[in-house]
């Protein structure tokens, strides 16, 4: 063998990583592994919150008129709030000829009254029946709750047996029929 031959070989040899060099490199690759998964799962809750949230905002407005001193209708707005929805609260002291003038029947007349994508709200509708109506579209004016049953959303009231009450649908007429029964 050469000279030259002999200083390749041992400079080829000297170059070659040791065990414990190669150990090294497997433990901070496993450890870049581990950091990339978790910033992945990281990014993964990031989006998960960020499609709910584009879900929710893809919810149409509800624009709620109530009266100003009124508490269960605030109560109503976070319920709805809560669960997806943006609202907007407008203070009126002409609500029956609000309810009148988009057709809420008389014997189904609440506290408040709220126009959500061409329906009407009127009372304390859940927001599951408000998510109901706004998915199956049904040809009918809107929906209400009639009065203020004890344990609907924004009347719920601690200690208090919760009342049954109805979900009632109308169209433009003033008929009526059922939507929904919580009991």
């Known amino acids: ?22 150990l090294g490199i497997g433990i901070a690759l496993v450890a870049v592994l581990v950091v990339a998964v978790a910033l992945f799962a990281g990014r993964s809750d990031q989006e998960a919150t960020r499609s709910a949230s ?13 009266d ?18 943006t609202v907007r609260s407008t203070n009126t002291g002409a609500l029956a000829a609000f309810k009148t ?11 408040h009254t709220a ?3 061409g329906y009407v709200l009127e009372g304390h509708v859940p927001a599951a ?21 004890i344990g609907s959303p924004g009347m719920e009231v601690a200690g208090a047996q919760t009342q049954p009450y109805d979900v009632t649908a109308f169209d433009k007429q003033g008929a009526t029929s059922a939507f929904a029964s919580y009991r």
């Open 129 to 149: 029946e408000v998510r109901r109506l706004l998915k199956e579209r049904p040809p009918i004016a809107g929906l209400a709750v009639a009065g203020m049953p």
């Open 68 to 85: 100003a001193t009124c508490g269960c209708c605030a109560k109503w707005v976070e319920h709805l709030e809560e669960n997806g929805f």
């Open 1 to 22: 063998m050469g000279k030259h031959t002999k200083q390749r070989l041992t400079v080829a040899s000297s170059r070659r990583l040791s065990t414990k060099v190669w």
């Open 115 to 117: 126009l959500v994508d």
């Open 54 to 66: 584009a879900a929710a905002s893809a919810l149409p407005v509800v624009d709620v008129y109530k």
């Open 101 to 111: 003038s988009h057709g809420v029947p008389p014997q189904v007349r609440s506290c």
